[in-house]
């Protein structure tokens, strides 16, 4: 077996086990270690659907350039034990040049991973563990891996110092370090030294998305837990006690989304977040916001569905129904993040749109940013509040007032001259209700101009790259289809990546713009039947040669994949 | 109730908008709507300052009625609305309209919420045991052997008993009121929102034209015969063996209403950021 032992850029490991392994735990510490010795990572999981305890997976990504994505393949597979660890195996891919290590007290290593072409070593890691006190056999193997990829035992001490409790650190040390010695004679996977930029963070998406939303000023949260959405709302509550907002836990997410909708009726900025399951109950109130007007942030961490779906995994099928969900005519913003530390970027800026143009905005995270945790470079955020235009008393006071722009001022309770009734019946100016044809098409074409008239600016899409074949994609996809693009660009080849990040109101004037000189296109997305490419048929300037890969999820795209169908893309148009 | 009281009160007809109401000839909710707008002249407060959320049937269009901030939102979720509006706003003064579709089917569950909640809003149903809106379904209090077309010799059903509900969900202010006695309504809507936390005023309010035979209620509606109690136990036996038709506060308990304690806290949203920033000092 030949093993790549000169210096990388990028190392990938996955550390499993059953539960009460401490499986989580070791990986949080390798990431953290990583990210105090000055690289960047990424640590994302995958577990059983028990409640508590179970087979679970920290899958790690060590680089020395940003990356939110997984690489092709897993260099090094660390097995705690072998209980129910087959169930990870499509999740985590070996092959030649990978290494799967096992405890020999664990038993054989099974099928899938024994069959996958990766070298086989053995390390005690249960015996080294019992010679040191209170010694636990996760240290050791955190100890072998960082030995592996070359982080310091310095990294590892001090990222015990931040995790752990003190009485736990000398123990765990004394193991790790037991491991490092082992890796001494196993291949190397060392990477090169780190070239960290200050300014960094270590964040999971959900907490990037609810600080965005708290810059942007939001100050009231309802909440109803669903997973993969729960981390976001239960940081906010922390958040929103020490800024000086409020939270309230619903009975459901028709409560939570009604609690958003009354406290923004209220002039104060409010989201709620959810997952698909919630925001199919949320979609009848969402078109209350539409009707009346009333600012409003739903962020939609997208898991697989259709119903419950896999509740702990990620799937890019959310789309229509954040697209399409509302009965009537209903236009309103959707917006995808499309990097960990866009979760914080996004996430502000449906907010302002939601402010500045009295609308719902739905922002589609997923599980992938959601609950990944890794190094991003601190995102830059507007130091000002959008503040959405307030009304003065005049007579008599027209909430739904029609003009160019679509935006009618919004009086505020309290206010003295300006009450009015925000109504979800049709109605005219005034706001009073009514059932005629012309109220009807004034207010509907209001509602539309607001939204046709909004310039995003450049922040539509992320645009890089150049040449005649595009990769076109949104949110967590762009991750390996940004990498891909390096690839082909260390390869001679040019290659442009359009990620849409404003997927409502469609903007295909821009996207005709960035696909100039572009002869073919390739639209990557994570569910099975398509829904983005569906949608930029419908709404969108598309070329002709437009070509699908796609697949549901909960497994991620990988860079080579999507490297391997542009491959085939070109040569059969040679 | 915690807006400012004022110095010259106005009159009931300025709690009233210019906007003619959808409703019938007779219905109950007209004298619903004078009860309110004459409890928030009493109260001494100004329009600007109330915010009245609904939801959707014959009794939530009554936002509109009023000159006062209105919310006329989906049905069956003014409860949740309100709740939003009051928490983030705590200085207004919140009143929730809804009917017995509204409030007791659809909305079944965030009754139980508020009642539990306990935020500080007065919310007033006017019951009339039918689907009005929609020309006359049975709701879950309709007597079990009213025959619509929808429900061809009746449900079969036994009536939802709202007063119970809310006193077993934890409300802490229960009134019965008749629609029949506008002033009397009035008083116990002001007494509803002067009440700290969350308070129930059901009001029965007749349909005269899905159920005329609710015009025999103002032979049946009474005072109650006993003062309001605060022993949860005793005011359970009451409600569970009155006909329905005894009028007046008939549960008022003590129990904190929901506090939000965080109106005085100033960190600057920027600062958060220091939970994610790996220091790069430390490197």
Sequence with gaps: MHFNTSPRDSVSL?????????????????????????????????SGPQIRGGEAAAMLRIATFPTDGQDDRVDVLAAIDWQNVQRFAAELPLGAGSLVLGDPAQGETPEPFARSGAQQARVPLKELAKSVADGWPNMVAVGVLAGLVGLPAEALERAMARTMKKKGIEASLAAAKLGMAQAASLPSFALREPRPQPGRWLVTGNEAAGYGALRAGVRFVAAYPITPATELLEWMAAALVKVGGAMVQAEDELASINMILGASYGGVPSLTATSGPGLALMIESIGLGVAAEIPIVVVDVMRTGPSTGIATKAEQADLNIALYGMHGDAPHVVVAPNSLADCARATAWAVEMAEALQVPAIVLSDQYFGQARGVVSAPELPDEVVQRARATADQPYCRYALNDSGISPMAVPGTPGTTYTADGLEHNERGTPSSQASDHLAQVEKRARKLARFDPGDAWASVEGDGDTAILTFGSCTGPAREALERARAGGRRLRLISVRLLAPAQPERLKRALQ???????????????????????????????????????PFRPGEILAALDKLQRSAA | MNAPLQA????????????????????????????????????????????????????????????????????????????????????????????????????????????????????????????????????????????????????????????????????????????????????????????????????????????????????????????????????????????????????????????????????????????????????
């Design chain 2, 8 to 283: 010259t009160p106005l009159t009931a007809k300025e709690f009233k908008s210019a906007t003619k109401p959808v409703w019938c000839p007779g219905c109950g909710d007209y004298s619903v709507l004078a009860a309110i707008t004459k409890a928030l002249a009493a109260l001494g407060l100004r329009p600007e300052n109330v915010a009245v959320v609904s939801g959707i049937g014959c009794s939530s269009r009554i936002p509109a009625y009023t000159s006062c901030y209105g919310f006329h939102g989906v049905h069956g979720r003014s409860l949740a609305a309100a709740t939003g509006l009051k928490v983030a706003r705590p200085e207004l003064t919140v009143l929730v309209a809804s009917g017995d579709g509204d409030g007791y089917s659809i909305g079944g569950n965030h009754f139980l919420h508020a009642c539990r909640r306990n935020v500080d809003l007065t919310y007033i149903v006017m019951d009339n045991h039918v689907y009005g809106m929609t020309k006359g379904q049975p709701s879950p209090t309709t007597e079990p052997d009213w025959s619509s077309k929808l429900s061809p010799g009746g449900t079969g059903l036994r009536e939802f008993h709202p007063l119970v509900i809310a006193l077993a969900s934890g409300a802490n202010f229960i009134a019965r009121a008749f629609s029949g006695d506008p002033n009397g309504t009035a008083a116990l809507i002001e007494q509803a929102v002067r009440h700290p936390g969350f308070s129930f005023v059901e009001v029965l309010s007749p349909c005269v034209t899905f159920r005329p035979e609710q015009r025999a209620w103002k032979e049946r509606a009474r005072a109650a015969p006993v003062g309001p109690t605060d022993d949860p136990a005793r005011a359970a036996r009451r409600l569970m063996t009155d006909d329905g038709f005894n009028i007046g506060v008939l549960f008022e308990g003590k129990r904190p209403p929901y506090g939000v304690a965080t109106a005085h806290a100033k960190t600057a949203p920027a600062a958060l950021a220091a939970s994610f920033e790996l220091g790069e000092d430390r490197a």
């Design chain 1, 14 to 46: 996955a550390l499993a086990g059953s539960g009460g392994a401490g499986v989580m735990t070791a990986g949080n510490l390798l990431l953290e270690a990583s990210a105090l010795a000055g690289y960047h990572a990424l640590m994302t999981r995958s």
């Design chain 1, 517 to 555: 000189g572009v002869r073919r296109v390739l639209v990557v997305e994570q569910n099975h039947s398509g829904q983005f490419l569906r949608a930029l048929r419908a709404d969108w300037e598309l070329q002709s040669e437009t070509h699908s890969l796609r697949r549901p999820g909960p497994l």
